[in-house]
């Protein structure tokens, strides 16, 4: 195995970690703190080492099929970009984790919120590392969920539930369209391969399908990453605990569209197309964002609009097009991480400190809290790109950028104007960020007396502020390796020539910088005249007002449907059913090609039938059956004892027609289904009441005769015609692939192994369905039989209890023997199971459910369950040895006394199906049965027969 | 003459089936399940045609019948074994919660009034 191929810990390791970070709170609530900062520290270091020994390589991909048919393949990829963010989700998840540590009160569930926290973290690392793009997209939708817990974490709040659910319908929609477009993608290209993708740039961008593609992968970028007009979730999200606010809007979750901008751009970008969209959504969020954050009173309410103008900041950079813009997006994609999170904590360690976040009652903190507040100042002067701090020079480069394309974008003088106007914005706001809170005087009293947070809540917003200034004085040397690595991973070529230098002399851009800078200030200084303008007029603009209306209308629509079809009365939905199959069916012969071939069938007639007397009359009788149970079903006993023959009829005609297992199955299930069915009858009324009118009746039977009529006839077009089989495929390969001569036993156990594997779980998850149902259930029943007649004083009479102990060891012999012949001649697990569990339930009806569970010691549920775990173990066996799932092996052997044994694994899968026939029957019939004890008898027992309601308040007429 | 009868009886089992489910109270909508599935069973099976005395095993017969359809129909038998179970189980559940055994459930009339008084605004 390549050293590449522990990619793939790096990104399940916090998956691994989460359960474990849960299960840890029970013991010490910082362990889950412990786990989670492990996890993160061992995936940095075996990334770290990744790095170190991949650097000269990059990029590289691993990829295992996974399933092929879909194009999908589970594989990662090493190059700049996924480097770059590996080591951001990783470095700034590890100070969150700390910082969290600290910040949480003690009244949170520690386990939940780390748990989640590294749940969210792989989801991210998943995102950013994938090579295939499909996995990139499950990955995508993992963030989104992930995020959606982390959001809800504190579930006792309302706003917390709404901005969760905010967040996950739009980033989820948008997940959905971004799968739409990675479909398209992979169309398009022939493949999902991140490698094959990116170098197939031409070939996109020339495609037909190049559009719809493109829009539907920028709708997944622009609403994870907040960009108007899908910004408006963002804000909301801020109900989230700060330390979560810090990792997702800084350098995780909104950075994953801008990350797909990045990782897209080979392939998608430079079209007149990409320019306009991205360009035009990422100035209006850029502007938009930066305008509403200056007005928010809310810390987080205004780093929250910042990020969104940040994000449209670099959205913007990226839809320019051009190589050197996208190296500028990278680098403000690091500073915006670096200088955002320190935000975000400063903002979670004043609200820590203070019991508030609302700019207008805060004030002079810097008296308090010196430390915090030089670190606010710090980051706060990046993020308004002041020189000698990081953000001036992505912001440098921004500019530089918007003169250089400003040409091709409306009048020259346009963009530029507009991106100052957005910088000088921004020094406003962040100017408001340090001022009201750091200076002044705090409006009346604060809710706590505020101070300096415990030292390590502190650490990471140190760490990040120190490369802040670190980047923005020396950007070559600390930072400059790290962006060409990342650069030359997005453009997947050698960069163009750039300069990372603070000084690039007197020109535009600087101007552009110098006049944001004053005009923010100013701004700022005569704040008071323009909130009170803002608050009279633009503050009423809420893009969620829209977007609730819209839910609203949903709602009301999907309830009106609902409504319509749904009247809460199961003959009416029975009814649309059937007439929608009727429907269809009728369509099926009125169309072209269905009538002729029906009317063909009709003229030919009966084919080489083989029709002998015997066969016709036992079918009459069947159908005499049918029409009895129908007419008299009113008496519900009788009817019962009718269908029971139709049940064995039906058995008769699979072995009249070679389905000799069929047969088996039909008549020992007919034995379970009428103990079942007689158990049931014990709790309910003996009697059918009348309760539709002659009419209604007659309409009924119109309906059913129709449908059977349609029946009949389908049934006779297709089976008075030859037909194709693909089954010469299963008889050729039965013994040679499967191991035995009952080929229909091999398709269950071998061929359709998987299928089988699926309906015994439905099996299993039935009777559990059903135990679980009738736990504690109790049920008045009638002491007297249906004619008036007490039951019984003896209810295990000797004859029964002796002739059932004598049968019992021949049975289970029986049933022993119908499963070891089933690969070979007609039997099998489901057989055999059905048998003994009819010869077990014997066993309880003669001596009474206790006595029976005193002498057999059956551990049902221990029985059921071992039966999947085999089935499921010879399907995981088959894996260990590089084979498929349930792949057979067979083994040829001669025994002393017993001579030749040929034995199929399969043999062991249809233990495990034996096992589940009999534990889910056992199951189901015990517990019916074990009512009986606790049946308590009604004193009025035809008392709580009461009508349904009376007609008259209720709409509708229903049977 | 054997391919019509048994077409028939799928027909008769289907709309026997039919006439049942749509009855009020829950035993016979579950008796009607059980023939309709009957029903269902037997035209699955009958897809693969009728051949008599060729059971599908190997060096049994020269000319075996199709195994396919027998094998879908197998597990279909067991598994509307257990839906009748679930079915039967739950009208018991609904009868023990409700005091009645109508497809509908109990409708309180008082029940009724409150619904009645939510849905005025929109009449």
Known sequence: MQAIELLAIVVLLPFFAAPLAAWSARFNRYAAAWVAGGATLVALALFAWLVYGHIDLMPVATSHAWIEAAGLSFGFRLDGLSMMFTGLILVIGLLIVIYARYYLSPGDSMGRFFAYLLMFMGAMLGVVLSENLINLVIFWELTSLASFLLISYWQHRKEARYGARLALAITGAGGLALLGGVLILGHIVGSYELTDVLAAGELIKNHDLYAPALILILLGVFTKSAQFPFHFWLPNAMAAPTPVSAYLHSATMVKAGIFLLARFFPALAGTDLWVIIVSSAGLATFLLGAYTALFRHDLKGLLAYSTISHLGLITLLFGFGTQLAAVAGIFHILNHATFKASLFMVAGIVDHETGTRDMRRLGGLIRFMPHTAALGMIAAMAMAGVPLFNGFLSKEMFFTESVRVAGSMGPVWLLPLLVSLGGLLSVAYSLRFVHDTFFGRPDGDLPKKPHEPPGMMKRPVDLLVVLCLAVGILPALVIGPLLHIAVTGVLQTEPPYYSLSLWHGFNIPLLMSAVALAGGVALYLMRRPIFRWHALSLAHLDARVVYNRLMELLMRTGAGVTAMVDTGRLGRIVLFTLAFAFGAGILGYLLPLGLEPVRNAVERGATPDNGDWVTWLGIGLIILAAMVTTVWHRQRLFALITMSVVGLGVAMIFARFSAPDLAMTQLSVEVVTMILLLLALFYLPQQSRKLSTPARRWRDAGIATAIGGGISALTYAIISRPFESISGYFLDQSVPGGGGTNVVNVILVDFRGYDTFGEITVLALAGLGIFAMLKGLSLPASKRDPFGRTWTEDPHPLMLRTFTQILLPLTLLFGVYVFLRGHNEPGGGFIAGLIVASALVAQYMANGIETAERKLHLPIHGILGAGLLIALGTGLASMGFGVPFLTSAMAHFSLPLIGEIHLASAIAFDLGVFLVVVGSTMLILLNLGRLTDHAVEHPDYSAIETSPAPRSTRRGNDA | ?123
């Open chain 2, 1 to 123: 003459m054997t391919n019509l009868a048994l077409s028939l009886l799928i027909g008769v089992l289907t709309g026997a089936g039919v006439y049942l489910v749509l009855r009020a109270q829950t035993f016979p909508v579950v008796l009607g399940l059980t023939l309709m599935s009957y029903g269902v069973n037997l035209f699955l099976f009958t897809m693969g045609r009728l051949q008599t005395a060729a059971p599908a095993v190997i060096g049994a017969v020269e000319n075996p019948t199709d195994p396919l359809p027998q094998a879908l129909v197998l597990t279909a038998i067991v598994i509307a074994f257990a839906m009748t179970a679930f079915v039967i189980v739950l009208a018991l559940k609904a009868r023990a919660a409700l005091g009645n055994d109508h497809v509908d459930g109990m409708h309180i009339p008082q029940a009724d009034r409150v619904l009645d008084r939510k849905e005025e605004p929109r009449a």
